[in-house]
């Protein structure tokens, strides 16, 4: 093996990727060449730039960078809860005018609901909606009379 | 690499990778304002896709590769605007062999981004080769290779041929 002519080898055994064979055998023909060690000790003090370039930059304060980190989160999530929110409501919108009675069924025209026109589950629910909603009528105002007449008694 | 199956909080997270993830930022970018940018997108990517972490490699891994794309991404976007990004923008602390860290500044300036990234993981991130293989999606061997001529090139940059 001639690590004179082959820089590879001589970085291979500098980067500890050599086998130990192998290793012993540069080893040994580095003491007496001085080109290869010489090569090996400019790899050596670049290695070690490289490390101290990098621990002397100074790349400011990370926990300031965090803190608007954090922010920024909030505000990206932000968005996701509007738009849950937008979607809630168009699907609510779209439930509504999927279902929603049609005219003469709001209409209180309980009379020609009762003559008989069944149209299926929605009107009977819709019947009883508006059943329920005279008894509610009825029951208000029989309270109302209710309170009227204790206050004539009480006139008396 | 530092393992870590175990769900770990974004402020620990933080803590022990934030400055990591800013210099590897900035070996591709070579620019500090950048660096702290990239640092924001990534944790923010990561907040937002927490939950598709499946634990096959470390945070570590998954954190740098979060990283490299936003870093390349953004030298992409630069390149189809037809911009720039700033030329190298950073201060060095104080210390011995101020002027040799300068040179090396501007030796590391004539590199491309990749050549950058590959010696700053290998050198300074104590990446053995198999990482830089799984950050890069390369083979082992590939990545051998382009490690030194990256740090070939950047030794002859400094010392000559």
């Not at chain 2, 803590?15 to 930022?25: F, L, P």
């Not at chain 2, 101020?98 to 500044?105: A, R």
């Not at chain 2, 950058?116 to 290998?122: D, G, K, Q, S, Y």
Request: net charge negative; aromatic share 10%; proline share 1%.
């Amino acid at each position: 093996m001639n690590s004179c002519d082959n820089e590879y080898i001589l970085f291979e055994y500098f980067e500890n990727e050599l086998p130990t064979s192998e290793r012993n055998e540069i080893e040994q023909h580095i003491k007496e060449c001085d080109s290869c060690r010489k090569t090996i000790e400019e790899y050596t003090s670049v290695k070690s730039s490289v490390i101290r370039f990098y621990d002397q930059v100074d790349l400011s304060q990370p926990e300031k960078v965090y803190k608007s980190a954090a922010v920024k989160t909030e505000y990206h999530r932000k968005p996701i809860g509007n738009y849950i929110i937008l979607a809630a409501f168009f699907i609510l919108s779209f439930a509504y005018v999927l279902f929603k009675p049609s005219d003469d069924k709001t209409s209180l025209n309980v009379e020609s609901d009762n003559a008989g026109h069944s149209q299926g589950i929605d009107d009977s629910r819709w019947h009883l909606d508006v059943t329920i909603l005279q008894n509610k009528i009825e029951s208000i105002r029989a309270e109302i009379e209710n309170i009227n007449n204790n206050k004539n008694v009480s006139e008396l | 690499m530092i393992e870590s199956k175990e769900k770990q909080s974004v402020s620990q997270l933080f803590k022990s990778y934030s400055e990591d993830i800013r210099r590897y930022a900035f070996s591709i970018l070579g620019n500090s304002e950048d660096a702290g940018d990239v640092l924001q997108e990534v944790f923010l990517k990561y907040q937002i896709h927490e939950d598709s972490f499946n634990g096959n490699c470390s945070y570590k891994t998954w954190l740098f590769t979060i990283t490299r794309n936003t870093c390349y991404n953004r030298l992409r976007e630069a390149a189809r605007n037809n911009a720039r990004l700033e030329d190298v923008s950073f201060k060095l602390y104080d210390g011995e062999n101020l002027d040799d860290l300068i040179s090396l500044k501007e030796a590391l300036k004539q590199l491309d981004a990749t050549d950058n990234e590959i010696i700053f993981l290998r050198d300074y991130g104590r990446f053995t080769y198999n990482e830089i293989a799984e950050l890069l999606e390369l083979s082992v061997a590939n990545v051998k290779v382009k490690v030194f001529r990256a740090k070939k090139k950047l030794k002859n940059i400094l010392i000559g041929d």
